[in-house]
């Protein structure tokens, strides 16, 4: 039996595959328009965006595709935003960021740390004219999660109109997320990861604020501009060619999230984390970040080629994590905690580890 077990892709469960297989139907259809209300439905309920200013939708594209649209589609070139830094996809944001001709701030912190809520606060004192704060809640390159809750809520409380742009990417339906009540304002998360799907979808909430700062919908004219997806949502339609397939897929997913609810979903996360890091600091393992989030954990054996233990579990016992990025590649591995990744999996894979 081969194990997936990075922190995306993950495993695509039967259940995805078969809503994947059903028989295509054309995108400008009533039968769709029927379909993508519900799924919106269930869409919100996912992102806890469930009021009547937030609105849902989705696009096609990787997460990296995701995050850049919401960059590109609520910010204007010669505008500012602060950009927290702290590893390989949230350092991807700032050079976007500057591509786009922001003046772009960095709150740089090492890989495997996470900022303040007094550092970030800092900055938005230091430069008041920042019109938005890009932050990765959890960062998949290290696994460092940052308070979310509360850097939103000091933010909100202080500088209401500055704009809270989220990475959910592997946080969203993995562990806990309330878009409303902790006011974010864009949330971006990604169909290859706890929702269980091949990668190529891409959903994302909006607040009200973020819906008054959209650049204008241009009839098809670009397809980074979220204004399109969110107008077109309003009819239940899609504003170029809909992934029905891949929609279908997702929306099985959400049908599973609907039923298990959003708390046991979240609590298998963090049973299967707290086990596998248990078990881990028993055979010496270390982990990269100060403050790790559920969805996944980034680890090292210290004195130990860690590329070579990451071969073995490959070549041995087919169990697939993924290495280190940037600095820390060769250097750690990265188990995923998402989807079907529970504790009894992360029993074997502590057992494969020991015996190698």
């Known amino acids: ?55 849902v939708g989705t696009m096609i594209g990787s997460g990296t595709y995701g995050v850049e649209a919401a960059i590109y589609s609520l910010f204007n070139q010669g505008e500012s935003v602060l950009v927290i830094d702290n590893g390989k996809f949230s350092e991807r944001w700032a050079v976007f960021s500057r591509k786009l001709g922001l003046n772009t701030i960095i709150l740089k912190k090492n890989w495997g740390e996470s900022p303040e809520v007094g550092e970030v606060l800092e900055q938005l004192t230091k430069h008041p004219s920042i019109a938005g704060i890009i932050l990765t809640h959890s960062e998949t390159s290290t696994g460092a999660l940052l308070d979310l809750e509360e850097i939103a809520f000091s933010v909100k409380k202080d500088f209401p109109e500055t704009l809270i742009v989220v990475d959910g990417i592997t946080s969203i339906g993995a562990i806990p997320f309330y878009f409303d009540q902790w006011q ?38 670009d397809s980074r501009n979220l204004a399109n997806y969110i107008k077109s949502a309003e009819k239940f339609s899609y504003p170029f060619t809909a992934p029905v397939q891949l929609l279908y897929g997702m929306d099985a997913a959400l049908d599973y999230f609907c039923e298990k609810g959003l708390p046991a979903i979240w609590n298998q996360t963090h049973h299967s984390a707290k086990v596998f890091r248990k078990e881990l600091s028993k055979l010496g393992g270390k982990l ?38 940037g600095e820390y590649k060769g250097k750690i591995m990265r188990v995923s905690h998402m989807g079907m990744a529970d504790s009894e999996i992360m029993r074997k894979v502590i057992e494969s580890l020991e015996s190698l």
């Open 1 to 55: 039996m081969k194990y997936l077990l990075t922190p995306g892709p993950v495993p695509v469960p039967e259940f995805v595959l078969k809503a994947i297989s059903q028989p295509v139907i054309h995108h400008r259809t009533k039968a769709f328009e029927q379909f993508y209300q519900k799924f919106l439905t269930k869409l919100r309920y996912l992102f806890q965006a469930e009021s009547p200013g937030s609105r």
């Open 288 to 325: 990269l970040s100060k403050n790790p989030s559920d969805s996944l954990t980034a680890f090292h054996f210290p004195e130990k080629d860690n590329e070579q233990i990451r071969q073995k579990l490959i070549e041995k016992y087919q169990i697939q994590l993924a290495g280190g990025q």
């Open 184 to 221: 974010i304002d864009a949330a971006i998360t990604a169909s290859q990861k706890a929702l269980m799907n091949p990668t190529g979808t891409i959903a994302f909430a909006l607040s009200e604020l973020a819906l008054n700062k959209l650049r204008e919908k241009e009839d098809g004219a």
